[in-house]
């Protein structure tokens, strides 16, 4: 199993940015897609990004594209989400897991999130 922290969350006024972090342990990461998922109070988790073993494909959530970017760097066992353009929309608590089927289908396995909140 790939075991995660994510940090990088916080308060930002809309249209501003921030980069989420997921550092891994266990079986690193370079192993397995990972993706990002989010859950807004109330609502059900969603998927946000994913991006492939060795980066070359992503694919992201509709209400995200052309605003986040998946990125990782298999040294670090670390994966990004950089996201711009940040709505109130997009305020939830943001976790990082592995990918078991791509691109959507995750492992039931999460870390404790980071928080994003994003006023008007």
């Known amino acids: 199993q790939v075991h995660v922290v994510e940090s990088g969350g916080g308060l930002v006024q809309a249209g501003g940015s921030l980069r989420l972090s997921c550092a891994a342990s266990?079986?690193?990461?370079?192993?397995?897609?990972m993706g990002w998922f989010r859950q807004a109070p109330g609502k059900e988790r969603e998927f946000v990004a994913a991006i492939s073993v060795l980066g070359g494909n992503t694919e992201y959530a509709d209400s995200v594209k052309d605003r986040f970017t998946i990125s990782r760097d298999n040294t670090r066992n670390t994966v990004y989400l950089q996201m711009n353009a940040l709505k109130p929309e997009d305020t939830a608590v943001y976790y990082c897991?592995?990918?078991?089927?791509?691109?959507?289908?995750?492992?039931?396995?999460w870390g404790q999130g980071t928080q994003v909140a994003v006023s008007s």
């Open positions: 897991t592995a990918i078991r089927r791509w691109p959507r289908e995750s492992y039931d396995n």
């Open positions: 266990g079986r690193t990461t370079s192993t397995y897609a």
